[in-house]
T-cell receptor, first 113, second 117 residues
Framework: KAGVTQTPRYLIKTRGQQVTLSCSPI?????VSWYQQTPGQGLQFLFE???????NKGNFPGRFSGRQFSNSRSEMNVSTLELGDSALYLC????????????FGPGTRLLVL | AQSVTQLDSHVSVSEGTPVLLRCNYS??????LFWYVQHPNKGLQLLLK??????LVKGINGFEAEFKKSETSFHLTKPSAHMSDAAEYFC???????????????FGQGTILTVHP
């Protein structure tokens, strides 16, 4: 079974731009969670989607948003990029939300200049 | 509310010696606990998971962890370190069925393991 895939793997943007990251979960998994990893803050939860519905959201500003499609693929969008948004963005999938093991993709590394 | 504390930010061992990575957790519910490993410029790989079936959990690559409720600890061990074990390790508390933290994993700050030849 193919693992979680994320595209693109690397991105360079400038302040003020917006960016969209994509995540394809493991086949059959319906829950997708997103995390931001930075050296200073570590790994922080952004949000989780299950059956196209956002079920949970972390403590991030409204510039961070996401969605999930009927095939469980998910996208996250960051508008009006700031330098501090430079990070590794990881997505993870699981069969269902709530205590399930999450399997991570390789991440998208975003650099904001 | 959930939280995780990894007691050492860096651990250095010699190849062939035991590894101990320490983790304490706090959870309002009976927790799901995980250890993940991250090699440089890679995503996170699951090492093992505690689900209350057994307090001693065996994972991949010879790692195991023991759940101690009285100490709220979930330390990761390996009898003999290998050079390929050098990486960053994360202790993680998971969401629980019936709770409201859907899909949310709470990560410790990570422990960087260095293995010397």
């Amino acid at each position: 079974k193919a693992g979680v895939t994320q595209t693109p793997r690397y991105l360079i943007k400038t302040r003020g731009q917006q960016v969209t990251l994509s995540c394809s979960p493991i086949s059959g998994h319906r829950s997708v969670s997103w995390y931001q990893q930075t050296p200073g803050q570590g790994l922080q939860f952004l949000f989780e989607y299950f059956s196209e519905t956002q079920r949970n959201k972390g403590n991030f500003p409204g510039r961070f948003s996401g969605r999930q499609f009927s095939n469980s693929r998910s996208e996250m969008n960051v508008s009006t990029l700031e330098l501090g948004d430079s990070a590794l963005y990881l997505c993870a999938s699981s069969h269902k939300s709530g205590g399930e093991t999450q399997y991570f993709g390789p991440g998208t590394r975003l650099l904001v200049l | 509310a959930q939280s995780v504390t990894q007691l050492d930010s860096h651990v250095s061992v010699s190849e062939g010696t035991p590894v101990l990575l320490r983790c304490n957790y706090s959870s309002s519910y009976s927790p799901s606990l995980f250890w993940y490993v991250q090699h440089p410029n890679k995503g996170l790989q699951l090492l093992l998971k505690y689900t209350s079936a057994a307090t001693l959990v065996k994972g991949i690559n010879g790692f195991e962890a023991e759940f101690k409720k009285s100490e709220t600890s979930f330390h990761l061990t390996k009898p003999s370190a290998h050079m390929s074990d050098a990486a960053e390790y994360f202790c993680v508390v998971g969401a629980n069925a019936g709770g409201t933290s859907y899909g949310k994993l709470t990560f410790g700050q990570g422990t960087i393991l260095t293995v010397h030849p």
